[in-house]
Structures are given as structure tokens and as C-alpha cells.
């Protein structure tokens, strides 16, 4: 199984950024896919989750900017991030599971929740 984000990068507030997470080794139709982050010195957050379906769902902080997607034919999953803050700087990671789907920005994600987890692509926002 592989997971691997690409698409982070240094960026001035108010920018954007595309992530993408190419997978392989699952059956990526068949798995819900999810955005955590971690900030320097904190906690895994959670950010965005999208169902098999194509629903997606998004934490208060990043609703309206951030869109997530999928695309099965080509096993990969997207994560487009508008006006980006200083606040979004983390370590943006890539996960998979097939029956969590974290749709709560009170969710608190640990890295036993899910199933499978990429290695994470940095995110910096500064001037």
C-alpha cells in the first residue's frame, strides 16, 4: 500500500495550493479518504474527509476555502486550498480507512484510527 502527497510548498497568505495523494495497493473506490494535518509542536488535526460517494465534509477552519476530491480512475485524491493563512502551516497528510470518515470538527484523529496514512507533504504560509 502507498500513499504519497505531493503539491506543498511555501506560499504567501492569501495564495493557493493544490495537494494531490496518488494511491495504490487498495482498492481506492472502496475506501473513504481524509486530510489531517499537523502543526509544529501540535497535534494531529483533522481537515477534510470525502466518502465513496464524493460527499465531502470540512473542519469550521478551513470551510469555504479548501475543497477536497477524488478521482477513482486515476486512484488519486485532491485537496485544493484557497486564501490561504499563516495558521495553515503543517505537515498535510494523506489517509485512508473504509469506515471512518471523521465528519467533526471535534473529531481528534490518531494515526490507530486509520487505516492507511501517507507520508505527508509540508504546507508553509508566510511572507
Known amino acids: 500500500v502507498q500513499l504519497v502527497e505531493s503539491g506543498g510548498g511555501l506560499v504567501q497568505p492569501g495564495g493557493s495550493l493544490r495537494l494531490s495523494c496518488v494511491t495504490s495497493?487498495?482498492?481506492?473506490?472502496?475506501?473513504?479518504m481524509i486530510w489531517v494535518l499537523q502543526a509544529p509542536g501540535k497535534g494531529l488535526e483533522w481537515v477534510s474527509s470525502?466518502?465513496?460517494?464524493?460527499?465531502?465534509c470540512y473542519a469550521d477552519s478551513v470551510k469555504g476555502r479548501f475543497t477536497i476530491s477524488r478521482d477513482s480512475a486515476k486512484n488519486t485524491l485532491y485537496l485544493q486550498m484557497n486564501s490561504l493563512k499563516p495558521e495553515d502551516t503543517a505537515v498535510y497528510y494523506c489517509?485512508?480507512?473504509?469506515?471512518?470518515?471523521?465528519?467533526?470538527?471535534?473529531?481528534?484523529?490518531?494515526?490507530?484510527?486509520?487505516?492507511?496514512w501517507g507520508q505527508g507533504t509540508q504546507v508553509t504560509v508566510s511572507s
Open positions: 470525502i466518502n465513496t460517494g464524493g460527499w465531502p
Open positions: 489517509v485512508a480507512d473504509r469506515t471512518l470518515l471523521g465528519c467533526s470538527s471535534a473529531f481528534a484523529p490518531r494515526r490507530a484510527d486509520f487505516a492507511y
Open positions: 495497493g487498495f482498492t481506492f473506490s472502496e475506501y473513504y
